[in-house]
């Protein structure tokens, strides 16, 4: 069957605005879900994994899992390696997407991209999300700042010297002011931690 003429133009349309839809995402053009997988099956659309669909000939950028991983999970935000991998922070390039979610939060069941959960709460949470259009798609992301501030607190999980070079990094390609990482430092309780390191490359 192919698909009639205006429904194609319409869901092309939003793809190529988005980059990644799932079929919950044409309800919103008018359109039933079950025309991404016709689509795909002309070979039209690539399934990147279960339920999500792009252009086959859509050339995909480094960042494509960040994507694919907070169309997955809307409320993530990205962080930890990820979010340093995305600012040039570090070498490491982690074959799982780190997403942040709420402390009270389920954590989520995802097939690919494989996923790295880290539950925060409060301010730690909510403070300092950027938000970036990757391949046309909106992905919240913890600032620079934010980011190295929060590598300090889980530097049992990814390494202290990954926190370091982060550091020296986000200082040297001034992504983060001094201040700001103050700020950030103190917001994830890791100001004491921190200080000698700041104090040292400032």
């Known amino acids: 069957m192919v698909l009639p ?16 839809l799932r079929p919950r995402d044409l309800k919103k053009i008018g359109v039933s879900g079950v025309y991404l997988n016709k ?26 899992t960040l994507v694919e991983a907070c169309q997955r999970v809307p409320s993530g935000i990205v962080c930890l390696l990820s979010a ?35 539950h925060f709460s409060g301010q730690a949470l909510t403070f300092g999300i950027d938000e970036h259009e990757v391949e046309g798609v909106p ?12 590598c300090f607190k889980f530097r049992s999980k990814i390494g202290l ?27 994830c309780r890791m100001s004491e931690v921190m200080r000698p390191y700041l104090e040292a490359m400032t």
């Open 39 to 64: 689509l795909y099956a002309e070979g039209v659309l690539e399934r990147l994994g279960r339920g999500l669909y792009t252009l086959a000939s859509f050339a995909p950028s480094e960042h494509r």
């Open 84 to 118: 340093l991998r995305f600012y040039g922070l570090t070498t490491e390039a982690p074959f799982e997407v780190w997403l942040a979610i709420g402390g009270k939060a389920r954590k989520p069941q995802s097939d690919y991209p494989p996923l790295r959960i880290v």
């Open 139 to 150: 992905v919240r992301i913890y600032s620079p700042a934010k980011t190295v501030a929060d």
């Open 161 to 187: 010297d990954v926190a370091i070079e982060a550091l020296r990094d986000c200082l040297a390609e001034r992504q983060a002011s001094v201040d700001e990482l103050w700020t950030a430092a103190k917001v």
């Open 5 to 20: 003429s205006a429904k194609r133009k319409r869901v092309l349309q939003l793809l190529r605005e988005t980059g990644v």
